[in-house]
């Protein structure tokens, strides 16, 4: 669409390039637990309250987030195992420097990683063109020093971005950006500076923070939507590759009265063929290597 | 003005009329049930103009956020690139017209989806400009007819033809708005939704009637706002249509359903959609129309 912020050009999902993930697999599938650390004492910045209920500190919400990294964390890799998911971390970047053993266990498992930012209680709304590239460079640099991995995307601190984020995380050499809901495959995202960076589907939709916290929904409710989001989706992906991602929060879905429902979620979707269960990183890897360009010159084409 | 304690409305838009003292509306064919199907693509503004209007919980996104909101804009814009087709093709396979609620700022943007609905042989219906914008009170008469001029004229450039039919973001209105509508040239609303039939409207000389829309059956309703699980939103559907089936026996019933494309045309939501309209078609005696037919059929029936 040309309409402002014209990052995304219209592509319906009926017309345009036919997309084959590799081995033919019908769906991408990837999970993303959010590994996330929320200050005691954030400040606030007048734009979003990162502690609403109370004065700071508010102990209840802190220690409710704290609990998925000393209990929730751990609880939550038993399913993840039992079928060798390699996750894509949505990431606190500041957890590495703070909890070494989830850096370890995380690393341990060859996880991908995205910056979710420094802390989940600083947003990007109020950073001007500067502070946004130094923010970049911190993430970029603190996942090298603690994993030695490159970093490839991102989903905004909390979901927070400037107008600026997507030309300033291409000018640092990020490839995806997944705060974007449009569409159930990666989309190019139009940016200032020549680079290629595209938006890999992660989910608002899909995520135990949307379904659990805010609204209010059972664990049960959880794996059945999972399950009738992956049924569609892999009748489609017949015709052309589709991405399913599942977002998680140890502190929700670690709970005890929760963890069943997420192993039956994964014992449904794994039990399929044609499952390419995978990362951000790849798939948007992927959809630039083989893609991209395709992709672009389709919807000029449709544009005339 | 506050109501006066007398017989009647206390607005002059239509007369008080309770379902049992009507004549029996009967539906072609002897259907029980008018089944419309309104789809609404609308689109959400990156920056709400000064001075528009939006109900404070507008769904879509996390939760409402602070500008930049990349998560509510991009989901509702799920709806035109992926979740519309998929609803078209549920309704095809039904034989089920659909009627296609258009904001202006869809029409004059979208031209790929235009044609789309328009080759599907969709009634394409007034949306109001976009969902970031609804009419109210606020507005003056004057601005109030240039909005509802503007979003006419879109929609007649981008189809070749006037719409007849309206339904206002988020069923926005003003105390003047089923007149202005009427003097537009509109000739019936959705925005109404007291009723399990259409009405009459006193809008002056052009006839005007409301098509209802059975609200808690809207997919923001229920689903964004209520939180209604998935199978519970199918229940609803099918024993709604149950007791419309039932009722509309001895006096014909319209069910028509207001679903947005990024909402129920999500991947986990279609197939309780899909199973839910197939329960309705099934049972026959329904009578799958657009909302300019019912309302066709309606005037036919009552003069």
């Not at chain 1, 990666?186 to 659990?212: A, F, H, M, Q, R």
């Not at chain 2, 029996?24 to 103009?49: F, G, I, K, S, T």
Request: charged share 25%; net charge negative; hydrophobic share 35%.
């Amino acid at each position: 669409m040309a309409l402002p912020p014209d990052r995304i050009d219209y592509l319906p999902i009926i017309d345009r390039p036919v997309i084959k993930w590799p081995n033919d697999a019908r769906v991408a599938l990837w999970i993303s637990p959010n590994i996330e650390h929320y200050e005691y004492l954030p400040i606030n910045e007048g734009v979003r309250d990162p502690w609403p209920r109370t004065p700071y500190p508010d102990v209840q919400q802190y220690t409710y987030r704290d609990y998925g990294n000393r209990v929730g964390f751990w609880r939550m890799l038993e399913p993840l195992d039992k079928h060798g998911i390699r996750c894509c971390i949505s990431l606190n970047l500041a957890v590495l420097e703070h909890f070494p053993e989830i850096a370890e266990a995380m690393i341990e498992r060859d996880y991908d990683f995205m910056s979710h930012g420094i802390y989940n209680t600083r947003y990007l709304y109020t950073c001007t063109e500067d502070e946004e590239r130094e923010f970049y460079r911190d993430c970029i640099d603190t996942l090298r020093r603690h994993t030695g991995k490159q970093l490839k995307g991102m989903l905004g601190p909390a979901i927070t971005g400037t107008v600026n984020t997507p030309d300033l995380m291409a000018e640092a050499g990020l490839i995806y950006h997944t705060d974007w809901f449009h569409d159930d495959q990666p989309t190019p995202i139009k940016v200032n500076n020549g680079g290629k960076l595209v938006s890999v589907p992660y989910s608002i939709e899909l995520n135990d923070s949307s379904v659990l916290r805010d609204n209010h929904y059972s664990a049960e409710y959880f794996a059945d939507i999972c399950k009738a989001q992956f049924d569609q989706l892999y009748e489609e992906g017949a015709e052309s590759g589709r991405v399913m991602c599942i977002a998680l929060h140890p502190f929700l879905i670690g709970q005890p009265h929760r963890i069943k429902y997420l192993e039956d979620t994964l014992d449904y979707i794994m039990a399929h063929d044609g499952v390419w269960q995978t990362t951000a990183d790849e798939i948007a890897e992927y959809y630039i290597a083989n893609y991209y360009d395709q992709a672009v010159a389709h919807a000029q084409r449709l544009a005339q | 003005m506050p109501a006066q304690r007398t017989f009647g409305m206390d607005h002059p838009h239509h007369e008080w009329s309770p379902i049992i003292t009507r004549p029996a509306l009967r539906w072609p064919n002897d259907a029980r049930v008018a089944l419309c199907v309104v789809l609404v693509l609308e689109h959400m503004e990156w920056q709400v103009p000064e001075g528009a209007f939006q109900v404070a919980n507008l769904s879509g996104g996390s939760a409402p956020r602070a500008f930049p909101d990349y998560a509510r804009l991009s989901h509702r814009e799920y709806g035109h690139r992926v979740g519309i087709f998929r609803l078209l093709d549920v309704l095809e396979k039904h034989g089920i017209p659909a009627t296609i609620a258009m904001d202006a700022l869809t029409a004059d943007n979208y031209p790929y989806l235009v044609r789309h609905c328009l080759d599907r042989g969709c009634e394409i219906i007034g949306h109001g400009v976009s969902v970031s914008r609804m009419i109210t009170s606020n507005m003056s008469e004057a601005e109030e007819r240039e909005y509802i001029q503007s979003s006419i004229d879109s929609l007649t450039k981008a189809t070749g033809s006037a719409p007849q039919g309206w339904s206002g973001p988020e069923y926005g209105e003003s105390d003047r708005t089923p007149r202005l509508l009427a003097e537009a040239g509109i000739r019936y609303v959705c925005d109404w939704a007291n009723d399990e039939q259409p009405f009459p409207m006193t809008t002056g000389d052009n006839p005007f009637f409301a098509l209802p829309l059975l609200y808690e059956l809207d997919d923001v309703a229920s689903l964004a706002q209520r939180k209604v699980t998935v199978a519970d939103y199918q229940r609803r559907l099918t024993e709604s249509f149950d007791v419309l089936h039932k009722d509309g026996a001895a006096n014909g019933r319209l069910l028509a359903l207001n679903w947005r494309p990024w909402l129920v045309g999500q991947p986990f939501r279609i197939a309780a959609v899909d199973q839910a309209l197939g329960h309705m078609m099934e049972r026959g005696g329904v009578w799958p129309a657009t909302g300019s037919q019912i309302i066709e059929w309606y005037q036919s029936q009552i003069t």
